[in-house]
């Protein structure tokens, strides 16, 4: 959520930040709901002030055995007023902030200004691109292996999603572990937490209500439970409503879930195979830092998710995300894109986010210095370390052997207690 006060300050300025990310910033709409609110709550306090002030002389008159039924009368009629005034305030609250959770955030200065993917920036590359004649796409390899089956998944789920088998199952589990230790030895404190969530953990992170339509929903009784579509709501969430200690940031979380996104309006090849699935499993990195140690944070956060691929010997490029291709919330992001020989390019594995204080604001998440007088808003971060079924596909493609088998990264060897799928 952006600052109100930020945006009366600089609207002009904040809209053409927005624009460059292709959103319109209706001002003269804000500025009305902002006026009819802010009109709104002087009357009610001028109400009240008025009000006290005459408790104040009504108390005055009864202790001198005044007659005050005048006075009393307008405070009845007062009353009925300052009610409807405040029936009047919810409403023009939640209109309000209606119109603030529908603004994506503004850009960071150092993102790139585009519009559209074509408009990102590549940072680097790591690896080599294997050469392979007429490379296997995974889902051919997998049913090859016997370790993927889309069909039985079909029969049991419908559409997208998969059922692994024998050693394709063991190697998803492996992919877990070996991302919580990497990321554990490398100083993230691991999390296991919920896979339901309450609509104000949704919200806190920015899914609702933007993204409804994405999300799967159930109920507990007439209350609603949304199946989480990233470990970054849950974690992320966990401090909501607290101010923690300045001195204790960066607190650095990891956190294996499945995730569940429904994907609407999605389609083409992706839909098809283990690559955009409505169930998968990913290690999340979540970060809390001071604002003033936010960029550094995103090149640590990124760096983390960089030197799994690179354990595993996966090329990979990375991707600063212009303006107009930046997720809704996050201010300045990198994609981390993998190799895929049977596409011939490099496609998404991870994409780790600086959201400023923009999901803070939602979720209440403050610090403190020890000497502030007032605490201050923390800055987020998240990003996949990594996303485990793209990784599992990503090994199958580009360690592919001419025979059908697949060589396993050396990093996995000791957990599989085999160096290669027949």
């Not at 609110?37 to 002030?53: H, P, T």
């Not at 080599?128 to 029969?155: C, T, V, W, Y």
């Not at 929903?217 to 990233?230: A, M, S």
């Amino acid at each position: 959520m952006l600052d109100s006060a930020l945006l009366r300050q600089n609207l002009d300025g904040i809209a053409t930040d927005l624009a460059n990310r292709g959103f319109h910033l209706d001002k003269e709409h804000f500025l009305r709901l902002d006026a009819e609110r802010r009109g709104i709550i002087a009357q009610a306090d001028a109400l009240k002030a008025a009000r006290n002030k005459a408790s104040e002389e009504i108390a005055r008159l009864k202790r001198q055995k005044e007659p005050a039924d005048c006075l009393i009368a307008q405070q009845q009629e007062a009353g009925a007023k300052l009610k409807a005034l405040e029936s009047a305030e919810r409403v023009a609250e939640a209109a309000f902030r209606d119109f603030l959770d529908g603004l994506p955030n503004i850009p960071h200065a150092s993102a790139p200004i585009g519009y559209d993917e074509s408009g990102n920036t590549e940072v680097k590359r790591w690896g080599q691109p294997p050469e392979i004649n007429n490379p296997k796409d995974h889902a051919e390899l997998g049913a090859a292996l016997g370790i993927m089956d889309f069909e039985r998944a079909s029969k049991i789920s419908g559409s997208r999603f998969a059922v692994l088998r024998g050693m394709g199952a063991k190697l998803e589990r492996v992919l877990i572990q070996f991302f919580l230790e990497q990321n554990i030895k490398a100083g993230w404190e691991e999390l296991l937490v919920p896979y339901l969530v309450l609509p104000q953990t949704m919200y806190g992170t920015g899914q609702l209500p933007k993204f409804e339509q994405d999300s799967f929903k159930t109920f507990r009784g007439e209350d609603p439970l949304y199946l989480i579509p990233t470990a970054e709501v849950p974690v992320t969430n966990i401090y909501r409503d607290e101010i923690l200690a300045a001195e204790s940031l960066p607190i650095r979380h990891c956190a294996f879930t499945p995730c569940f996104r429904s994907e609407a309006g999605s389609y083409g090849r992706d839909t098809k195979g283990y690559i955009r699935q409505h169930q998968f499993h990913k290690v999340e990195l979540v970060s809390f830092a001071k604002a003033k140690e936010g960029g550094a944070e995103l090149e640590f956060l990124t760096r983390q998710a960089e030197t799994l691929l690179e354990a595993l010997g996966l090329p990979y490029r990375r991707m600063e995300l212009c303006t107009g291709d930046l997720g809704f919330g996050s201010q300045k992001s990198f994609d981390l894109e993998v190799w895929l020989p049977s596409q011939n390019c490099y496609r998404e594995i991870s994409s780790c986010s600086w959201y400023g204080d923009f999901q803070a604001r939602r979720a209440n998440l403050k610090c403190r210095d020890k000497d502030a007088k007032r605490p201050e808003f923390i800055h987020t971060l998240n990003g996949s370390g990594l996303a485990v079924g793209r990784t599992l596909v990503a090994i199958l493609e580009n360690f592919q052997q001419a025979d059908g088998s697949v060589l396993l990264p050396k990093a996995l060897h000791s957990f599989m207690d085999i160096d290669v799928l027949k």
